[in-house]
Structures are given as structure tokens and as C-alpha cells.
């Protein structure tokens, strides 16, 4: 019905830069919240930085001023600008949307397959 497939993530040096991209396709009627989480091993999974279909945007405390969420609503894409990366930024990132397929469904939750970020020190 509804597929996300995220790109950009790989190993990095910290003080580097990484964007993410997020691509959502299928049975889209809107597309409301979209957002980024991410789970290190041995963690849970925490939100990183979400938008609304408005614009507005949250971010975890611990990536405000080094992280940038932006979305393009033709293409259904939402991306992740992650700068002065840490090697605490290690994690699986994942992609999150909040989708109603039809104008008569409530939405739901949908979640990308994950991609590995790595940041060295």
C-alpha cells in the first residue's frame, strides 16, 4: 500500500555531514506528519526531528542547532541535513509518516526500513 524508502546514510568522521532522504510512494491521499527516529544498540527508539505537512518542525534536544528537517511536498520526500555530526549520532535512522490512503481512512503510521548512520571519532 504505502512504501518508504530512505537513502543517504554511510560512515562519516565526526565534525562531518550526512542528508537523509526519505521517499514516500503507493496509496497517498495526505500525508500528514513526517518525521525521523533513530535506535543506537542497546537503546530505544527516540524521535530525532519531525514536520508537520504545514512546515512546523520539533527537534530532539540533542541535535537542535546541528540538524535541519525540511520536506518537499510534490515529491512526497521528507530529508534529514545532520552537520557536525558525533559519534554519539550512531544509530539506525528511520523514517516515520503519518499517511491517510483514502479521504474516508483515518491515517497510519508508516515506517521506512532504516538506514545505518556511523559516525567515526
Known amino acids: 500500500q504505502v512504501q518508504l524508502v530512505e537513502s543517504g546514510g554511510g560512515l562519516v568522521q565526526a565534525g562531518g555531514s550526512l542528508r537523509l532522504s526519505c521517499a514516500a510512494s503507493g496509496r497517498l491521499f495526505s500525508i500528514n506528519r513526517m518525521g525521523w527516529y533513530r535506535q543506537a544498540p542497546g537503546k530505544q527508539r527516540e524521535l530525532v526531528a519531525a514536520?508537520?505537512?504545514?512546515?512546523?518542525?520539533n527537534y530532539a534536544d540533542s541535535v537542535k542547532g546541528r540538524f535541519t528537517i525540511s520536506r518537499d511536498n510534490a515529491k512526497n520526500t521528507v530529508y534529514l541535513q545532520m552537520n557536525r555530526l558525533e559519534p554519539e549520532d550512531t544509530a539506525v535512522y528511520y523514517c516515520?509518516?503519518?499517511?491517510?490512503?483514502?479521504?474516508?481512512?483515518?491515517?497510519?503510521?508508516?515506517w521506512g526500513q532504516g538506514t545505518q548512520v556511523t559516525v567515526s571519532s
Open positions: 514536520i508537520t505537512s504545514g512546515g512546523t518542525t
Open positions: 516515520n509518516a503519518l499517511i491517510s490512503n483514502t479521504r474516508w481512512e483515518v491515517e497510519r503510521s508508516y
